[in-house]
């Protein structure tokens, strides 16, 4: 009888791991149209210190985020998560919880004292996640396109 594949959380570093995620990613950003616009947004914010740390089920990533260290009048240095997905099959499969818990340990070791993110008001169960994982709304957020 055959082990399990246990989870494993790293980095996403090479550009083939990065097309391993467009699928889920695809999940949270459906605007993003192929896996080389995906790989070609990656290369360009990665020059600004975006990185992606992925939980993965052997291949495959089953848990996605994006993240930053920025600093800001409002928060000082802090931690920014940009993109945070479960991939749709195994969601409630605690695996959200443990990328989590990796983001918040990653932020303590760049030194933030504050892990920040943003999800639409529409986003009703993402909402109940954060508030499990111990984060609070405090703002807002509000934008215009430019013509």
Known sequence: MASPILPEVRY??????????YGLMRQLRPHLASEHEF???W????????????LWQGAKP???????VQENLVHGVHFYVDD??????SRSS??????MGRLKAEGRALGCTKLVLDTPLT???GHRFYYR??????ALRFNVLLP
Do not use: I, M, P, W
């Open 84 to 89: 945070l997905v479960t991939d749709e099959d």
């Open 133 to 138: 994982q111990g984060l609070l709304a405090t």
């Open 39 to 41: 790989l070609a947004r």
């Open 94 to 99: 605690g695996h959200g919880r443990v990328l």
């Open 123 to 125: 986003n009703t169960l």
């Open 62 to 68: 089953v848990a996605l985020a994006g993240f930053r």
């Open 12 to 21: 996403v570093d090479k550009e083939s791991e990065v097309v391993a995620c």
């Open 43 to 54: 290369q360009r914010q990665v020059t600004a210190g975006y990185r992606l740390l992925a």
